[in-house]
């Protein structure tokens, strides 16, 4: 195979952290080439060079042997490289034909914009992806996953020789990801190069040629995907061996912490989407940690979102008791000062103030301790988030650094430090790894172990079904809105699970949204 | 990056790598004090361009710099309640208006309902205060854009003024007798330090410093630049959104209403019509300063040296006797290449 693309010794720095150093990587032409690694490895910062998001750098790239320095995005589209997001860049208000022929409208003789042909080569392109989707509609009424699929209907209209997919399937259900495999396998033949990056291991299996593992910014191996173990992979990736990825904390649960009696929430003004608490009732002890199992839209966030007090106004029935005593948090600050921590399901969006330093980030929900009368005592505040830092292993450079800067795992213990800091009893946690790496979800899961033996209480939202099986010691499966079912993680599994998530006759794929699970 | 993990378990976090301190650290000062070197820049420029009278450069005498910084002191008082206000990301239009109201208001009590200096302006802050207050309630519970309420709020504010003084500028004459200002308020005009320092540049150096350590020391500022930086995240990390913003759009009416006592002390009357488009002069000394009109990024310090660099330009342009459009031109350019430096800050 003809080299493609050629980058080498490219080096990438950002505040105190490496992200790419010396890296050389070659893609050939009708080529999958998958790129693994923890999330920090430098595999979006390579990538982001190539496709020219990202124009300072050490090292040269060559495109079929021609040396290139690309000035920009439009720069590296020109010459034949196109990406796709792991932030889906869509313009919510436009349709989905729009959002394809963004920035390069079809023009009718009179230079006015040609909806009608737009709307017609839109419809062929998401055929050829396997999509049936009404181009004419807002993208913004789209699923995610949906909106995925437009991403990459998008950059296959570009004709790009390199294609460059970061976490493509994120949000696809299975039935979508075969699609999309077909898709990939349709480019391949006709000589497209692309780069796949993803953390699930039986995609890699299916779709790449080769496969190259990053860590700490340098390439450690390269090999071919079907010819190595998950264990092996994870290996590499991690740096060492990974015995048990879930610590399933034997810690006695103790007293009642939560009680929620039959809560229900008939929202003022219901939105579409979103499936309000109808009757759940459910305890978490301290010292455990309890799971929440449901399809897409059952009602996991709606239920931390009502517990924490921030789900919608409307008439709130049933009873929540913490600790014996019912309560009614009316917002954040309640909740808190009640002993209830959350943390979030986007950390980018509703987590943290990104360009803001880790320190600010880390002690905003516990400023009032540092000092008195409303003055901060800086000191004070440095130990409170060092200590943190310590405690979580956090990996950074500096605490003065923009919280933007780490990687998403390090991210996500900013986010957790922050709520240890207001030394809750009961944590509400949403999707707590979702888009965090291998290795940063061991720590997080070591992390809910040690929290647990302190006699916290954890309530676990989550799409991954190992996850709730390795972690929780109860999982709770809820399925529009209602408890169906309680099951002890000692007796049951992941099948149990999904089979009353589902009910009955529902259609397997679209369970749990296609997310593959920890390794 | 091993080594940097590696330092967590010693406790040295807190000491810095020398590595990240270079990298970008230069640059990162020259852009986070831009505005202290862009009035330095204009102010070495106003020494070289200024005219000159038996050898003695004018720009730079005594009397001349007192007058600048007494022209800015107004503008400045303003522009620090701005800067509160853009870093929680929103926007107050109503000071110029605001000030015009305070300036009738001190005129109208002391003068025509012969109040006493304290009551007066107890009153008056207290009007600023809570028209401000009024403005904060209306963006952050109905959720209205800070933009709109403002600029509803502009008009309100000059309709008030312009009822309350009965459309006329109402003159202050001092003395003791009916329809006469106490002296005492007269005094706020006067100057001090042997009759060099205008008490106006003092309020607003007093102003001005008491922000900047508030900014610095207050839990109250961490909840502000979290609100201007993510109002998403700030309020599920337990900031108390909702009185954030009223208490900085409060915060915003008190100087702005301080700056119309100082504008009405200055020119020996309110008029309705005081403080027409010093919103704008606010905002453009808040932008030169560096502060971001997305919010959660910027500095009281920025603004104030904004505030003295478009007082430096208007100076030294009048002192050439500059036609008062051309003027405009240049200070416009200045806006605009403040904004331009601003984009090229080094950011993640």
Known sequence: MADLVRMAAIGKRYGGVQACHEVDFVLGAGEVHALLGENGAGKSTLMKILSGDVTEYAGSIAINGTPVRFSGPTDAQAAGIAMIHQELDLVPGLSVADNIFLGRELRTTLRTVDRRRMEREARELLDRSGVSLDPRRPVGELRVGEQQLVTIAKAISLDARVLIMDEPTSALTSSEVERLFDVIRELRSSGVGIVYISHRMEEIAKVADRATVLRNGKIVTSFDPRKLSTAEVVQAMVGRPVQTMFTTPDTDTGDELLRVENLSLKARRPRPGRRDPDGISLTVRSGEIVGLAGLLGAGRTELLETLYGVAPGGTRTGRVLLQGKPIRPRGPRQALAHGIGFVPEDRRASGLVLFHSILANTVVSSLPSYGRLGVIARRMERTASVRMADRLRLKFGRLQDEVGTLSGGNQQKVVFGRMLLTEPKLLLLDEPTRGVDVGAKAEIYRLLGELAAQGLGVLLASSELPELVGVCDRVVVLRDGRDVASFSTADSGEGDLLAAAMGQGEVFEEAFDGSGGAQ | ?348
């Open chain 2, 1 to 348: 990056m091993t080594d940097v993990q590696d330092k967590i378990p010693d406790g040295t976090v807190g000491a810095a790598t020398p590595v990240a301190q270079s990298s970008g650290g230069v640059a990162a000062t020259l852009f986070r004090f831009q505005s202290v070197f862009g009035l330095i820049a204009v102010f070495v420029a106003a020494i070289i361009f200024s005219p000159r009278k038996n050898g003695e450069i004018l720009f730079v005498s005594a009397d001349n710099l007192a007058n600048v910084v007494r022209a800015v002191s107004e503008i400045g008082i303003i522009a620090v309640g701005m800067t509160f206000v853009i870093l929680i990301g929103g926007i107050d239009l109503s000071v110029g208006a605001v000030l015009g109201l305070a300036a009738v208001g001190s005129a109208v009590l002391m003068v025509e309902n012969d109040w006493g200096f304290l009551p007066s302006v107890v009153l008056v802050l207290a009007i600023g205060l809570v028209f401000g207050a009024l403005q904060g309630v209306a963006t952050a519970m109905i959720g209205i854009q800070s933009f709109i309420v403002t600029l509803a709020g502009l008009q309100i504010a000059r309709g008030l003024a312009r009822i309350w003084s009965g459309g006329q500028g109402v003159a202050i004459a001092y003395g003791d007798g009916p329809k006469e200002a106490p002296t005492s308020f007269a005094l706020l005009g006067e100057r001090t330090f042997g009759g060099l320092v205008p008490i106006p540049v003092i309020i607003f150096a007093v102003v001005a410093i008491a922000a900047v350590v508030f900014l610095r020391v207050s839990a109250f500022s961490r909840h502000l630049y979290a609100v201007g930086g993510n109002e998403k995240a700030a309020r599920l990390s337990g900031v108390p959104v909702v009185r954030v913003k009223i208490a900085v759009f409060a915060i915003c009416g008190l100087l702005a209403s301080l700056a119309g006592i100082v504008h009405a002390v200055q020119l020996n009357q309110g008029s309705p019509n005081d403080g027409i488009g010093y919103e704008l002069d606010a905002i453009a000394a808040v932008v030169i300063g560096g502060t971001s009109l997305a919010g959660g990024r910027g500095s009281v310090a920025g603004t104030v040296a904004g505030a003295l660099l478009l007082g430096v330009l208007n100076n030294i342009l009048a002192l050439n006797n500059i036609d008062s459009n051309i003027q405009l031109l240049i200070k416009g350019l200045v806006i605009v290449a403040a904004a331009a430096l601003q984009r090229l800050r080094p950011t993640s």
